[in-house]
């Protein structure tokens, strides 16, 4: 027996001599490669940008999305596998319809990211099944207001008032950091997170899209992607930012 | 803070985990509440108490589904013209014949192409509105642009119709779909209790077939003027409410058009009374009551 | 029945339960907590009707626990949505008309959206409304009802309007009567009354009542 794990990263039912469940920790691996997704809770809605790497040209622009409204007042946005992603993301409406239709109201945000972190760490505790292989931000409006959760890939879950997952995260908390969230409007968040999505994105890598939605009191409170009319002069501005920077180096 | 189980267990549904499955935290249920004024003053014994549903002895019960409507909405009218369709109930909702709830909007905005509206047992008309709800819902998380239109939308409502009266439990309802279908064309069509449909320029659901469809045969023609298949309507829902006893003179007109669904306010529409042989009903009649 | 004035509700119902002609409990309280906020009063079958409150009740309790970040404190009870109690009381009524007799009104305050009245009838359909009747002696007061009731009355005028309401079903229907339970639900918390036939307003016919020595 060799190597990090030792055997003990083989299973999730196994923990190794030190308390570590080694495939969830892989699991996270799987996160960390995704491209790059940023949120911020601002005054007036949340935002979420994805670092979506298109892995063709021939890949039609708009398609294999990132964020997904999961009801109308919520939606998610991650990084990893694409496919756990989505399977997540089906969860999440699932579990929206399941309690609109018993309690007859739209899910609150603290309870979806409950579930959903319980559904995540499931795929955690059975031998049989992988755990997720992705991370999810999830922003949502309820009476309370607005919120950002992060979900992670172990079951974690937190209220955020930035969070950043994926390819860059570190260098991109950097920048979520210095921004001003409990002043900064959705408008103009939106410029700040198309500009540490492009300035953050590691050029070695293929082409992306810098995919952005929210769910703001200029959405009427529905998650829907940000309107091109906002989205495109943000990153065209990001682009332009980013290229100077890389002169400059 | 008592720690939350989920489960989602079919018959009590999402979120609590049955008495009995985590005695642990029963146990730590019933401790807080027989602490706290809970269950000592507000509660007081028995209400308190986690009760548990049994679902596989609810899913064993013999069946007993044949239903009587309770609480209903009588006569939905549809009807065609040039710039869109309308769509025409009153507003009361029935508990047998007593004239419950005054206020009713039987008219549903399904999304922007489509529209509905009810006859039958209300309770089971919150229900289709809950299903189709979830469908909007999906085409707006889909957000690839497309939504289910009025033709689907209706053919949706058939098979929920026909489904649910071949288990013997039919839904208590009647509709009328109004709308666009998918070649952007108006469209309008009832569907029955039991699944029966059918589309045509002008449809009514409910007693309504009676008694406003005559009127209907009658002035309908093709590229009706707004304000033309407007005057129908009232005249047909005038005819509905001076024979259906279930109808009152409180109605709402919905139209919908390429720009979307709009519902109208309620109105009333002008009733005559007064003639003299109504004040005189014997005196050209010798021997009448 | 149960009324919305200015800033609260107020539950009111007689306190008679029979079987057939039997007056099997001369004294019931039909006006049942399912939480601190909200009530209910249960019209038809007592069972059932009994059964409906005690699940609902959990239900409702459990979400309330587990959606409040702070957990609620036991001393001040646990608050729900009326709506939300509304809500979950429709789907037990509706998914089960086959095997209930039900009729029920939920009734509170919250403070999401102030004072609220729900009707669920027998079918398990839902109705909010200002104020509404259910059992067997509303069919005797819809008019008087419909009549006099205000919107924006204050408690004590409330008070009266149910108070004299429920006299009248008494007076005509053989199903009702006893004593008057009221409940009084506000921002500032809940508040019973009892008012025995002595102190009840009297009704065309009658004799007022007189006390046993």
């Known amino acids: 027996m060799s190597g990090i794990g030792s055997g003990y990263d083989l299973s999730t039912t196994t923990y190794s001599p030190d308390g570590r469940v080694f495939q969830v920790e892989y699991a996270g691996k799987a996160v960390d490669a995704g491209g790059l997704t940023v949120g911020v ?8 940008a994805c670092e979506k790497l298109v892995p063709s040209k021939l890949h039609k622009p708009g398609t294999n999305r990132r964020t997904r409204a999961v009801a109308r007042h919520a939606g998610v946005g991650g990084s990893g596998y694409t496919p756990d992603l989505a399977a997540v993301a089906d969860r999440a409406r699932a579990e929206c319809a399941n309690y609109k239709s018993f309690y007859g109201d739209a899910i609150p945000g603290k309870v979806l990211a409950e579930r ?43 209220k955020m008032r930035g969070a950043c997952i994926g390819k860059g995260k570190n260098a991109a908390k950097t920048e979520v950091e210095k921004l001003k969230l409990n002043e900064i409007t959705c408008a103009e968040a939106v410029k700040e997170l198309a500009r540490i999505v492009y300035a953050t994105h590691d050029v070695k890598d293929k082409e992306f899209e810098c995919e952005m939605s929210w769910v703001c009191d200029a959405s009427d409170g529905e998650f829907v992607r940000v309107p091109e009319d906002i989205a495109e002069p943000a990153r065209e501005a990001a682009r332009v930012a980013a290229q100077g920077d890389a002169m400059e180096s | 803070m008592i720690p939350r189980r989920t489960a989602h267990e079919r018959v009590i549904g999402p979120g609590v985990v049955p008495h009995g499955v985590d005695p642990e935290h029963d146990a730590l249920y019933r401790g807080r509440t027989a602490r706290g004024t809970v269950t000592d003053e507000v509660l007081r014994g028995v209400r308190g108490r986690p009760f548990t549903i049994d679902g596989k002895a609810r899913e064993k019960a013999p ?68 299903l189709l709800e979830e469908l909007t819902t999906e085409d707006f998380c889909e957000d690839d642009g497309t939504t289910r239109d009025a033709e689907e939308i209706y053919q949706y409502l058939t098979r929920v119709m026909y489904n649910r009266r071949s288990k013997f439990d039919p839904l208590w309802n009647s509709f009328v779909v109004a709308g666009y279908d998918a070649k952007g064309e108006a469209f309008c069509g009832t569907v029955g209790m039991i699944g029966t449909h059918y589309a045509d320029d002008h449809v009514a659901a409910g007693f309504g077939n009676h008694i406003a469809r005559p009127i209907f045969r009658e002035f309908y023609k093709p590229d009706l003027t707004e304000e033309e298949a407007v005057e129908i309507m009232k005249s047909a829902l005038y005819a509905c409410v001076m024979r259906d006893k279930q109808m009152m003179n409180k109605f709402q007109i919905a139209k919908v058009t390429k720009e979307g669904v709009s519902i109208g306010e309620p109105f009333a529409v002008p009733t005559e009374w007064g003639y003299e042989k109504f004040y005189n009903p014997t005196k050209f009649s010798p021997g009448g009551w | 029945m149960a009324v919305k004035y200015a800033d609260g509700v107020v539950l009111g119902a007689d306190s008679r339960t029979s079987t057939g002609t039997y007056v099997a409990n001369r004294a019931s309280d039909k006006i049942t907590p399912i939480c601190e906020n909200v009530w209910m009063c249960r019209s038809g079958s007592a069972a059932d009707t009994q059964n409906v409150a005690a699940y609902v009740s959990r239900l409702a309790q459990e979400h309330a626990v587990s959606v409040s970040s702070a957990g609620a404190d036991a001393d001040e009870g646990i608050k729900c949505d009326v709506k939300l109690v509304a809500n979950i009381t429709q789907k037990i009524a509706y998914q089960n ?93 809940v508040s019973r009354q009892m008012i025995q036939p002595i102190e009840q307003p009297l009704c065309d016919e009658e004799l007022p009542a007189v006390k046993r020595s």
């Open chain 1, 116 to 158: 959903m972190a319980h559904y995540y760490h499931l795929f955690t505790l059975y031998w049989s099944v992988r755990p997720f292989g992705c991370s999810t931000l999830l922003g949502c409006k309820d009476f309370d207001g607005y919120h950002l959760y992060l979900v992670e890939q172990n079951g974690e879950c937190a």
């Open chain 2, 63 to 130: 069946a007993t589904r044949t239903q009587t409507p309770y609480v209903t909405g009588t006569s939905a009218l549809g009807l065609k013209y040039a710039g869109g369709v309308l769509l025409a109930t009153d507003t009361l909702a029935c508990y047998g014949s007593t004239k419950r709830y005054k206020s009713v909007e039987r008219v549903k905005r399904v999304n922007d192409k489509c529209a509905i509206a009810f006859t039958g047992e209300l309770s089971d008309f919150a229900y289709v509105c809950d």
């Open chain 1, 41 to 48: 809770k601002c005054v007036d809605g949340v935002v979420i």
């Open chain 3, 97 to 189: 008309k086959d095997r209930l007799q039900a009729g029920m009104i939920i009734a509170g305050y919250d403070r999401k959206l102030g004072p609220q009245v729900y009707g669920i009838p027998l079918g398990g359909a839902m109705m909010e409304n200002p104020f509404t009747v259910g059992g067997s002696g509303s069919a005797y007061i819809y008019g008087w009802c419909d009549d006099t009731f205000r919107e924006n009355m204050s408690k004590e005028e409330a008070q009266a309007w149910v108070k004299r309401a429920i006299s009248l079903a008494i007076a005509r229907d053989a199903s009702s009567g006893g004593v008057i339970r009221l409940v009084t639900i506000d921002a500032t918390g």
